[in-house]
T-cell receptor, first 110, second 116 residues
C-alpha cells in the first residue's frame, strides 16, 4: 500500500461549484499534514497546513481525521484559477522529509 | 528572498552524456532535498542533506546518480552516464525544521531533463 493515496481525477467542475478532495495515509505515526498546489509545468507550492482541529483559509477548508487516517480539502466557489493539481503531503514527527501523494487534478470550466 | 534557484531550466542531452543539475537553497534553510517527478511515479525523494551533510540517499536510483553539497548555498545532482529513462523534472527544495516541526518546503522551478 502506498504511504499517501489520492484519487488522481481529473475532477471537472463548473465555476462556482464546491469540490472536495480526499487523501488517505498509511503510517499512523504521521504527524504533520499539508496540501500543496502544482500548476501545469510549475513547481509545487504550499497551499495550507492541516491541523487536527481543521482549518480554513478563505474558500479553502482542510480537515484531518486521525482515527481514519484521512485528510480532506474542500474548495468553495471554484474559480478558473483553481485549476491545478492538488498534492496531499504527510510527514512524521521529528522527520524532515515530506511524503507526497501523486496528486488530484482539478479542472474548473466557465 | 529570491527563493530556491535551480539551473538549468531545461536540459536536452544525448544518452551517455554527463548531466549536472544545480541548486541554490534559501538562505538560512538547513535542509535541502532533491526530488524527481514523472507522470507515472509522481514526486520521488532522491536524497536530502542537513547542514550540508547527506542524510538519506536511499532514493537515488543507481550509482549513476550522485549529489553533493559543498556549502550551505550550493548543491549539485549529477547523472553519469545519462539514460533515456532519466528523463523527468528534477526539483530541488529547501526547508527549515525547528523544534521537531517541519514548516514545509519551498521548491525551485525545476530542471526539465530530456535524454535522447
Amino acid at each position: 500500500r502506498k504511504e499517501v493515496e489520492q484519487d488522481p481525477g481529473p475532477f471537472n467542475v463548473p465555476e462556482g461549484a464546491t469540490v472536495a478532495f480526499n487523501c488517505t495515509y498509511s503510517n499512523s505515526a504521521s504527524q504533520s499534514f499539508f496540501w500543496y498546489r502544482q500548476d501545469c509545468r510549475k513547481e509545487p507550492k504550499l497551499l495550507m497546513s492541516v491541523y487536527s482541529s481543521g482549518n480554513e483559509d478563505g474558500r479553502f477548508t482542510a480537515q484531518l481525521n486521525r482515527a481514519s487516517q484521512y485528510i480532506s480539502l474542500l474548495i468553495r466557489d471554484s474559480k478558473l484559477s483553481d485549476s491545478a493539481t492538488y498534492l496531499c503531503v504527510v510527514t512524521r514527527s521529528g522527520y524532515s522529509t515530506l511524503t507526497f501523494g501523486k496528486g488530484t487534478m482539478l479542472l474548473v470550466s466557465p | 528572498d529570491a527563493g530556491v534557484i535551480q539551473s538549468p531550466r531545461h536540459e536536452v542531452t544525448e544518452m551517455g552524456q554527463e548531466v549536472t543539475l544545480r541548486c541554490k537553497p534559501i538562505s538560512g534553510h538547513d535542509y535541502l532535498f532533491w526530488y524527481r517527478q514523472t507522470m507515472m511515479r509522481g514526486l520521488e525523494l532522491l536524497i536530502y542533506f542537513n547542514n550540508n551533510v547527506p542524510i538519506d540517499d536511499s532514493g537515488m536510483p543507481e550509482d549513476r546518480f550522485s549529489a553533493k553539497m559543498p556549502n550551505a548555498s550550493f548543491s549539485t545532482l549529477k547523472i553519469q552516464p545519462s539514460e533515456p529513462r532519466d528523463s523527468a523534472v528534477y526539483f530541488c527544495a529547501s526547508s527549515l525544521v525547528s523544534g521537531g516541526q517541519n514548516y514545509g518546503y519551498t521548491f525551485g522551478s525545476g530542471t526539465r531533463l530530456t535524454v535522447v
